[in-house]
């Protein structure tokens, strides 16, 4: 079993910065793929990176790419998503998940087995 706990959301005003972090309680498997997702009022959860537990691969959004970055820190059992060039439209609440089995499906929150607790981010015009 596997525990996650987002922290780091806030309010900021666009073009600002924040770094969100993940502590997970439990064994992390070096298959795992650790997932950030987010989801808007009204909207569905949607991908926003992924980064594998073992080798470090990672992906983003399109709409994410060359503003936002993450990474893990096995010894702290921790992963991180640096937020940068924040916009209003990345208003939402964020989720940290874990997946047990292959990259491949890293996009599709329905196949992750855990889930945080989420944390809200909001950026002010």
């Known amino acids: 079993q596997v525990q996650l706990a987002e922290s780091g959301g806030g309010l900021v005003q666009a073009g600002g910065s924040l770094r969100l972090s993940c502590q997970a309680s439990?064994?992390?498997?070096?298959?795992?793929?650790m997932g950030w997702f987010r989801q808007a009022q009204g909207k569905e959860r949607e991908f926003v990176a992924a980064?594998?537990?073992?080798?470090?691969?990672?992906d983003y959004a399109d709409s994410v790419k060359g503003r936002f970055t993450i990474s893990r820190d096995t010894a702290k059992n921790t992963v991180y998503l640096q937020m940068n060039s924040l916009k209003p439209e990345d208003t939402a609440v964020y989720y940290c998940?874990?997946?047990?089995?292959?990259?491949?499906?890293?996009?599709?929150?329905?196949?992750?087995?855990?889930w945080g607790q989420g944390t809200q981010v909001t950026v002010s015009s």
């Open positions: 439990g064994r992390i498997f070096s298959t795992y793929v």
């Open positions: 980064i594998g537990w073992s080798g470090g691969g990672t």
């Open positions: 998940a874990a997946r047990r089995g292959s990259w491949t499906y890293r996009t599709d929150p329905t196949l992750y087995d855990y």
